[in-house]
């Protein structure tokens, strides 16, 4: 399980930037912070010892903010990000399924 804190959001439309960045066709990253402290479980839930069953579009460490961000705007399956203080970013297609990070 990856450490606390954690700040999830939700994905919003995507554009592109107007100058150089259109050029390079860079997405503009347009999201809404939707919870601080929890991490989305999609299609799953955790039990008491912390397994999860969740069923994430990408969980792994190693990530800058903005490029985990980046990645779930440029996916169309994806919906929410979720980034860790540590580098370690989920994505998922949903988020009805919450639990505390940490």
Not at 32 to 53: A, W
Not at 60 to 82: H, I, N, S, Y
Request: aromatic share 8%.
């Amino acid at each position: 399980e990856p450490p606390a804190p954690a700040l999830t959001f939700e994905s919003g439309a995507a554009g592109v930037n107007e100058g150089e960045a259109a050029a390079k066709q860079e997405p503009e990253v347009g999201v809404t912070l939707r919870h601080e402290g929890e991490f989305c479980c999609p299609f799953g839930e955790c039990d008491e010892d912390r397994e999860c069953n969740c069923q994430w579009l990408l969980n792994e460490g190693g990530w800058e903010p903005m490029q985990c961000v980046r990645k779930c705007v440029l996916d169309p399956r994806c919906t929410f990000a979720t980034l860790y203080a540590s580098g370690y970013c989920q994505l998922s297609a949903e988020c009805s399924a919450r639990y505390p990070a940490g």
